[in-house]
């Protein structure tokens, strides 16, 4: 291969274009750019800068191909105009002359680009037209399809049609076929793919296949944890993350009930949190708005919850947490493939550590046990639940922890209002009306007849449950490896 730069001269009309690739971006300098897309017929063109000159990250570059002889079309997913947090496709249309040149200088071009990453990748898509307000359909179709297109990458699309359709999808899915699967939903949809590949027979293997979260629910938290408060709900930037990024491990919580276990890998609530969350159905048409406004609500009612909380605590100093968080943060990212998970080491199935919840608990394992009524206690694996709620803020993707938040009974209208405004931002975990720790486990059993408990949005049985979080066991593909910054340095 030659080295950096790699540079093709090309034409846009009547215009010599020099097209200059370093290994870190493609430059250029366009004449007219918005003329140049009005001939190809390609998607408006995004921001230019007065002089035309373009830079464009490798990450952005999707696709180039050399169309009709003459045409060399370079797909890319770059900010839009006048909108630095929310990105589009764009491409860009010359004309070259040499057809062989152009070829080989692509061919370089995408070597680099995807030297990383497999290219033309075959996903599995599942789209829930009825998650969140309803505008899943649109969301693929107007804007991820075409993106996937532009990438040169193949697709088998479902529309579900019923709850628990991803999950029976999950549970059949022929997974040599695919290298992702992706789903155009909110979190529950999610959930179903999970616990569906979990419950397979050959889970050790099926497990192993990435995940993409395209944002189309009410919530949305992977698709925040992922890419943060200001790009979460955009949809190229996710499908950018889908085409672009690698395996990431990610750990899931086993929950024991009774005789059952299920997965869980945003969370876990009792009380507040799982009344906001269950309860707010009728608030659906509200979009993101309905949680707070239902959380608002009922922190003023000051409802509490009795329950038996048992947890193994790994670190209940929120500075010591901050602190970890802040170090974690500085050491390389580690990739699914770089690491054994906990299915890997010999076993097909997972290993309670610490028991299940009809098992007694071992002293010898640490556990503190507390009985009180609650304002809402919830364990997290992601730091956002939905847009403007990092209620986890230390979650991290794969430290075999949960983070466990604890509202007490007497938190008070006013504190409790000013922990929700909190919320938006993690600050609330400062608040010394709060406790927010890092446990191996933890195990719950309600002291009322019934009520809420909800597992990623889930209704769940109002009973006794445990929860132990496994390393890597599955993986979520990712640009950056983490997920975005969720507490200040
Ligand atoms: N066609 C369908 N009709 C009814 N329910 C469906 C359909 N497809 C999927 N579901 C169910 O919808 C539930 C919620 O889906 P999804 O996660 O997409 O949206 P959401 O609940 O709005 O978002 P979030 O989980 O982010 O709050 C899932 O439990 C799934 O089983």
């Not at 170090?327 to 097909?348: C, G, I, K, Y």
């Not at 009524?373 to 730091?383: C, D, E, N």
């Not at 007490?408 to 929700?420: N, T």
Request: glycine fraction near 8%; charge should be negative; include cysteine.
């Amino acid at each position: 291969m030659s080295s950096f730069p790699f540079v093709l001269i090309v034409h846009e009309g009547s215009h010599q274009v020099e097209l200059n690739y370093n290994g870190q971006q493609l430059e250029f300098e366009t004449s007219d750019v918005e003329d140049s897309n009005q001939s190809s017929g390609c998607l408006p063109c995004g921001p230019s800068t007065a002089s035309g000159f373009r830079s464009i990250k490798t990450i952005e570059i999707l696709n180039i191909k050399i169309e009709q002889e003459f045409s060399l079309v370079i797909s890319t997913c770059v900010s839009k105009k006048g909108l630095k947090h929310e990105a589009e496709l764009e491409i860009f249309d010359f004309q070259i002359k040499d057809q062989a040149l152009a070829s080989q200088w692509a061919t370089n071009v995408l070597n680099h680009v995807y030297k990383d990453v497999k290219r033309a990748r075959h996903y599995k898509v599942l789209v829930n037209p009825f998650g969140g307000q309803g505008h899943a359909k649109r969301i693929w179709e107007n804007t991820a399809e075409p993106l996937f297109r532009a990438a040169g990458c193949t697709y088998d699309l479902t529309y579900t049609t019923h709850r628990f359709h991803a999950k029976e999808i999950a549970k059949d899915l022929d997974i040599r076929k695919y290298d992702a699967i992706v789903s155009v939903s909110g979190d529950g949809v999610l959930h179903e793919v999970i616990n569906g590949l979990m419950e397979r027979p050959d889970a050790v293997v099926a497990h192993k296949l990435p995940l993409g979260a395209i944002p189309g629910g009410s919530g949305n938290a992977l698709s925040f944890s992922l890419l943060g408060e200001d790009h979460g709900s955009h949809v190229a930037n996710a499908v950018l993350g889908i085409l672009k990024g690698k395996a990431m491990p990610v750990d899931l919580c086993s929950v024991t009930q009774g005789q059952n276990r299920f997965f869980s890998f945003v969370l876990q609530s009792f009380g507040l949190i799982a009344d906001v969350d269950l309860g707010s159905e009728h608030l659906r048409w509200m979009g993101d708005a309905r949680f707070t406004v239902s959380a608002v609500g009922k922190v003023l009612s000051q409802t509490t919850y009795p329950c038996e909380l048992s947890y193994i605590p790994e670190e209940a100093n929120i500075d010591k947490i901050h602190r970890e968080y802040n170090s974690h943060r500085r050491e390389p990212v580690v990739w699914a493939d770089q690491t054994h998970d906990e299915m890997d080491q010999n076993h097909a199935t997972i290993v309670d550590r610490f028991g299940r919840i009809t098992d007694p608990i071992k002293e010898t394992d640490g556990w503190i046990t507390e009985q009180d009524h609650y304002a809402t206690i919830v364990g997290g694996k992601l730091p956002w639940i939905s847009k403007g709620s990092v209620s986890h803020p230390a979650a991290q993707p794969n430290d075999g922890l949960v983070d466990l938040l604890i509202f007490p009974k007497d938190i008070g209208r006013v504190a409790g209002l000013q922990v929700m405004i909190g919320v938006e931002t993690g600050e609330h975990v400062f608040s010394e009306k709060v406790r927010y720790l890092k446990v191996k486990a933890y195990r719950l059993t309600p002291q009322r007849q019934a009520g809420y408990i909800s597992m990623d949005g889930e209704h769940t049985p109002y009973e006794p449950f445990q929860v132990e979080a496994h390393r890597g066991l599955i993986s979520v593909l990712s640009i950056e490896g983490r997920y975005a910054r969720s507490m200040k340095e």
